[in-house]
């Protein structure tokens, strides 16, 4: 039950709570959550800078002198800057925060499903021994829902608290009672989007009392909001790659010296196995930036103690994940003194009770029109490159499996037939990425497996067409370079654009409805705003 009243102006853009009577009035809830959610979009900045800042706004963020892989021409301001500020503002020491027991993990793939399998370890755990009672997972974005980037023991949290919390910080954070003002010093201006939705993660977890806290990275490390954390227990690294050079920098070195900035003195300092140059410049930087905290960076293979057929580990990749989080957890067990390890039957556990939607998700269309959907939010060259490797796999699986039936047809084409129809929905809008060149790397890396495409749907990131504020970002002449990148590497393919998800998904049945067996595999993938909307529609 919250104690609530909110009075909202939306052409003013004022926000009034005051706590003085008891609702429970699910109207009345969904008019809170909705004002919430409103406000913290506000804080959206309206364009990332693009000309280098000359100072960070502070001192004490500037990249340690002589380092020589900090970003060059910084841009804008850190997301760090004013996260301390903010949270003794509504009432948050560091001691408060440090007492969360927190572990950080930062990277460039695979730092989603590296947190929920360190949770998930920690909760089989705790289920067994009856420590840890309760876990905390702050993520980020979230697929569908707001709540999902704040979850406790695993499930995202309630609305009905999702909204209590929000206002208490409002009732704290007078910046946040007038529009975000980007002319006004930081933290003067209040939080942004994501420094917001890290706060409202602290809170939650501070006030539910968990006892283990993992934190997931917005982008970078050094600099990023959530590393206000000053004693973690475990820092991980996941996989590194070329990602985000806008912000980072332009070399290995600069995203391998950024990602390094949770570790910490006194913590844990893991790395995944770095798919490295022949220098070995990321684990050089790595171990130079752990050295420097006076820690020694452990470098984690592939755990054998994982079940070996579990359906939640492939593609490997996932089995990669889930031994740095192992480890991970079980350093936290360690600098926690718990006794006790985790058991066979925890490993076990951990793995078959772990979920991450969205990531290699093979879904069954529940309007049975013969489509099976594959979906997976990959939004960078590494990413795409292994989403095509698992949907060939996937798909050459079946065609095997239907191959062996008396009623199975082999004289269709590749991408159409008696295999299936495969069929491609993709949309990627990113002002700091290149989509075609986004898009390219997956033509040649679903050729190159085997995963010819008889069609290939562009979309935007509107839900439906009439949510047309959502569809911004597409132009005539940003899809004809798609159209033509598409046609460079894989020619023959019918292409389609379709205004919204929902428009996309339709057309990819009706594709499959009118191939010659009826049936069709659907990739999904660019963007977590593709494949979130996307799941609301397959599984309503």
Known sequence: MLHLILLYHKQEHVFFVAHTCTYTSTDHEYNARESALEIIDGRKRARRPVVASSKTDSPSLSPSAGSGSGTPGLRGTPSLVGMAEWLLQIGHSAADVNALNIIHIAGTKGKGSTCAFTESFLRAHGQRTGYPAKTGLYTSPHLIHPEERIRLDGTPIDRSRFVQYFFEIYDRLPQLHSPYNPSK??????????????????????????????????????????????????????????????????????????KAGIFKSGAV???????????????????????????????????????????????????????????AAEAWLDARSVRGELSAEGIRNGVEQWSWPGRFQVVHDARDSGCMW?????????????????????????????ACSPSSSSSSPPGSGGEGAK??????????????????????????????????????????????????GRSVEGEELLHETWR?????????????????????????????????????TGSQHLVGPALGILQP
């Open 185 to 258: 010093e930081p933290v003067q201006r209040g939080p942004r989007n994501l420094q917001l939705y890290a706060l409202l993660a602290f809170h939650a977890f501070i006030r539910e009392r968990v006892d283990v806290a993992i934190f997931e990275t917005h982008s970078g490390g050094e600099y990023d909001a959530t590393n206000v954390v000053q004693k973690p227990l475990v820092t991980v690294i996941t996989t590194l790659g070329m990602d985000h050079v806008a912000t980072l920098g332009p070399r290995m070195e600069n995203i391998a010296w950024h």
């Open 374 to 402: 594959y979906l997976d939010a990959a939004h960078n060259d590494m990413s795409v490159a292994i989403a095509a490797q698992w949907f060939a796999a996937e798909t050459a699986a079946t065609s095997n499996a239907s």
């Open 488 to 524: 460079r590497c894989q020619p023959g393919t019918q292409v389609w654009d379709e205004p919204s998800i929902e428009d996309a998904i339709e057309r990819a049945r009706k594709i499959a409805k009118e191939s010659a067996d009826c049936t069709g595999h659907v990739l999904i």
């Open 269 to 327: 300092a893991l790395s995944t196995v770095q798919d490295d140059d022949g220098e070995g410049t990321v684990e050089r930087v790595l171990r130079e930036r752990a050295g420097a905290k006076g820690e020694v960076v452990r470098c984690v293979a592939e755990d054998e103690r994982l079940p070996a057929e579990a359906r939640q580990l492939e593609p490997r990749v996932l089995r990669k994940n889930a031994s740095l989080a192992l480890a």
């Open 423 to 472: 069929i491609l929905i993709f949309s990627h809008i990113n002002e700091l990425r290149d989509s075609a060149a986004l898009l390219r790397g997956l033509a040649k890396a679903l050729r190159d497996c085997g995963a010819g495409m008889g069609h290939v749907i562009f979309t935007s990131y509107a839900t439906r067409a009439s949510d047309k504020g959502e569809a911004t």
